[in-house]
């Protein structure tokens, strides 16, 4: 009874902690049919079982020690109770759940921000055909899709240079601290000459410039999520806490379970390692984890929707899951 308390008791907060699980364990870069019951217990792509599984092992032996010595001298234990267990446990959970909304929330928000991305560019091709068949117009699209390679390889700490460079309409500066911005700061001043060249009129500057602020409200919010982590203390005490609750967990369990001990132990670390790992994993949602947003995936369709507005039929093909992890 105890054990079921610490690692789920049906109250509202751990309902809404369970929830969150399933909700983290849905990540749209495994991309997968609904695996049935030998699929459940044996994928591994995706799963954060690999990464865990060293430290799952080695708790597993340190129970295994405690029962051997508890079976050799039972007197050791004989005064260890369970219920600090159950309360640490139980508080254990929450406090997990609290975090890892934490992390799904900045992974959810990184997903709107690519999203509205989409939105926008969309807009601006849109926008834009009043001035379809000029070469001007072509000049801005490439530069749009420029500027979301640069964003994705900015949020990845990479070559913003290198990554612009196949669709920049102009030359650039290495040395510019904010390639990704400049980029945007070119498509404005390109929208800017269209309204003096009277290729577009007024009103139509201002919707092209209100869709460009949009642009820049975007990147603003993913280098917030991508320069902002977690406060440190906070998932430090949290690591800690469940590192001790793994290890002292076999000595309260050793003399009720005996042998028993090891096995629940294993399930009890695999359950509370996961979901310390699957927060680390979320909380950067750009990188290239299996369960990160599918930035490149999203760029490849932005890159087809622009270059069919361009007039384009070849088209680059779409981004295919490779073993279920859509890149």
């Not at 820049?216 to 991508?226: D, W």
């Not at 399930?267 to 909380?283: A, K, N, Q, R």
């Amino acid at each position: 009874m105890w054990l079921a308390i610490a690692i789920g008791q049906p109250h509202s907060a751990l309902l809404l902690f369970t929830r969150r699980v399933i909700a983290l364990a849905s990540a749209p870069m495994i991309v997968r049919p609904k695996p049935n019951l030998i699929g459940i217990l044996f994928a591994l792509k995706g799963s954060i079982a690999k990464r865990i599984a060293l430290r799952c092992v080695l708790v597993t032996l340190l129970a295994s020690v405690i029962v051997l010595v508890e079976t050799l001298q039972p007197s050791y234990f004989s005064k260890v109770n369970a219920t600090p267990f159950t309360l640490l446990g139980l508080s254990l959970s929450i406090f997990m759940s609290f975090r890892n909304n934490a992390c799904y929330d900045r992974w959810w928000e990184g997903r709107k921000q690519l999203g509205q991305l989409i939105i926008e560019v969309r807009s601006l091709i849109r926008e834009s055909l009043i001035i379809d068949g000029h070469p001007e117009r072509e000049g801005m699209l490439r530069d749009l899709c420029g500027f979301a390679h640069s964003l994705i390889a900015r949020l990845r700490h990479e070559d913003e240079a290198a990554a612009l460079r196949p669709w920049a309409q102009a030359s650039l500066d290495p040395g510019h601290p904010n390639l990704t911005d400049a980029q945007l700061q070119r498509i404005g001043q390109r929208c800017s000459q269209w309204a003096q060249q009277g290729l577009i009129s007024e009103w139509r500057y201002t919707q092209l410039e209100t869709r460009l602020v949009s642009l820049s409200l975007v990147q603003a919010a993913c280098e917030r999520i991508q320069n902002t982590p977690l406060p440190f203390p906070y998932t430090l005490l949290l690591h800690r806490t469940i590192y001790l609750f793994c290890i002292l967990l076999p000595f309260a369990m050793a003399e009720p379970l005996g042998w028993l001990t090891p096995i629940f132990t294993a399930i009890v670390s695999y359950t509370f390692l996961g979901l310390d790992e699957i927060g680390d994993d979320l909380e950067d949602p750009f990188g290239y984890d299996d369960n990160d947003l599918p930035c490149s995936a999203l760029l490849r369709g932005l890159e087809r929707e622009v270059l069919a507005a361009l007039g384009q039929t070849e088209l680059p093909p779409l981004l295919e899951p490779q073993e279920y992890v859509l890149t």
